[in-house]
């Protein structure tokens, strides 16, 4: 780990103010909780939940040829990306593995927004930056080199994540009433106090929701206002803690357990997001290649079948006494108050309905391979 | 602040331990339940069994990390609080309460002199 001081958001002295129990994330100063995880997950479930996303990394893409350089580097197709509209994508190495999972926004004609993970920021930023410059990972040379902008644009910006179901409401009671919220996966501008904020149809927590995006000097504003407007809506401050339970069940996986530069989005289950019938993207041949010579691991859902400890990363997997894998998520599921997970786990065992152990301090708890998500309203 | 009553003795790890005749009850303080954040499932010791000092005979799991919990002194699991099984958050709620975790019939009373008393465990927790 590096010794830099981690750092704060635009919102830590809110976060503080608040009481909230502060932990070091991904070189982060971030919230776990406020009061409870497992409140504001209910809160997220049944009312709305606003999360500090500010840590995200924001990365802009912009000039002639920004869609065709995209292509060549992230998974998913940018040409099916209208103007305000954005998708789920993988950036890959030359290997196929994930170096981070992330949402493209295409914000203009040739104009993209990738809203990338916390801890791999500077990494996307400068792999980027390596391949629109070089070029000498023998991708083929495009226009990109000469007339595109790569900016990193994340200590000038902040966010939050709003989620749940009554973010209509709170929509509304915050950018006004005669606004249309965006549809799922769109991306719009709205003018709040004066200033302008980007407000995307997307989350982490498998509820309906927006994430917001703002300058870094408007965030105290914001996210007092969404606190206050929300109130009876209640509204509440929500923490990482809450954040990891929800994705769980949602089955969302987390780059840095679920993901690694040693899985591909093929193995993790995740190959919707994977435009193979493009021409060329990093790790395309990799991933033909995997394909082609059959999967070794498949992540895998589970949910154990007694009440019980939770299960959780790096436990050992099991199947008839064999070991087959290692979980890699694991928490008991606020929602089910039941313990679930992920796991990857070799291919001839990654069957829906198979029967599993999970070894906890040296003794087996049984558990079945399920179908995501694992929590369904 | 985090209540630290002064009628209980502590451990450095974080348990509180009530004198009850030839019997210590033991659970967790305020401060370590507010640190593990909600508890969600407890792993308690086998009745009758033997227990050395700082030997780990119990765990508490909350949705962020599982704690060992420690047997002050030596003694006899006599009594496990099986309501915890049903109700892990009574840690949260009633740390020195219906939070409790354990009955040991103790070895030797002297033993609890090793312990820290109020005043020295707020300074432990207070760096």
């Known amino acids: 780990m590096s010794e830099v001081a981690p750092k704060k958001t635009p919102l830590y002295d809110e976060h503080v103010r608040l009481g909230a129990k502060i932990v070091a994330f991904a070189g982060w100063l971030m919230p776990v909780q406020y009061n409870s995880i497992i409140e504001e997950h209910q809160t997220v479930r049944n009312n709305v939940g606003i999360f500090d996303i500010s840590h995200m990394g924001q990365l802009i893409a912009e000039g002639a040829g920004a869609s065709e350089f995209l292509n060549t580097m992230l998974t998913n197709n940018i040409d099916k990306l209208d103007i305000g509209t954005g998708q789920y994508t993988f950036l890959l190495n030359e290997r196929g593995g994930i170096i981070d999972d992330l949402i493209v926004y295409r914000i203009g004609a040739e104009k993209f927004l990738l809203v990338v993970n916390a801890a791999g920021t500077e990494e996307d930023f400068a792999w980027l930056q390596k391949h629109k410059v070089g070029h000498a990972s023998g991708l083929p040379r495009n226009r990109a080199s000469e007339t595109l902008a790569l900016l990193n644009r994340s200590a000038e910006f902040g966010g939050v994540a709003i989620q749940g179901p009554r973010i209509g409401e709170l929509f509304h009671a915050l950018l006004g009433k005669d606004v249309e919220i965006p549809l799922r996966n769109h991306i719009a501008d709205f003018s709040f106090d004066g200033t302008a904020v980007s407000v995307a149809r997307t989350g982490y927590t498998g509820e309906d929701g927006i994430e917001v995006f703002f300058r870094a000097t408007d965030a105290v504003k914001f996210w007092n206002a969404a606190l206050e407007k929300g109130k009876p809506f209640g509204t509440k401050p929500c923490g990482l803690g809450a954040r990891d339970t929800l994705r769980l069940e949602m089955c969302y996986p987390l780059n840095g357990s679920d993901l690694s530069p040693e899985r591909n989005p093929i193995e993790a289950g995740l190959g919707f997001f994977v435009d193979l019938n493009k021409s060329n993207f990093m790790g395309r041949d990799a991933l033909l290649k995997t394909k082609e010579n059959g999967l070794r691991e498949k992540l895998v859902s589970f949910r154990m079948k007694e009440k019980g400890p939770p299960p959780r990363p790096h436990y050992a997997v099991f199947q008839n006494g064999e070991l087959i894998g290692q979980v890699t998520s694991g928490t008991i599921s606020p929602s089910l108050n039941w313990g679930i997970g992920m796991a990857y786990v070799s291919s001839a065992h990654a069957k829906i309905g198979a029967d599993i152990d999970i070894e906890i301090r040296g003794q087996k708890f049984p558990a079945t391979i399920e179908k995501k998500p694992l929590y369904k309203k | ?127």
């Open chain 2, 1 to 127: 602040m985090t209540n630290v009553p002064d009628d209980l003795l502590y451990t450095e790890t974080h348990e509180w331990i009530k004198h009850e005749g030839e019997n210590i009850r033991v659970g967790i303080t305020d401060h370590a339940q507010s640190e593990l954040t909600d508890v969600v499932y407890v792993e308690l010791p086998k009745m009758d069994r033997q227990a050395n000092a700082k030997e780990a005979i119990a765990v508490v799991e909350s949705v962020k990390a599982a704690t060992d919990i420690y047997a002050p002194v030596k003694g006899i699991v006599v009594e496990v609080n099986k309501a915890l099984e049903a109700d892990p958050g009574l840690i949260n709620r009633e740390p020195y309460g219906q939070g409790w975790i354990f009955v040991l019939k103790i070895d030797n009373a002297d033993d609890l002199k090793q312990l820290k008393d109020a005043e020295a465990y707020r300074k432990q927790i207070v760096v």
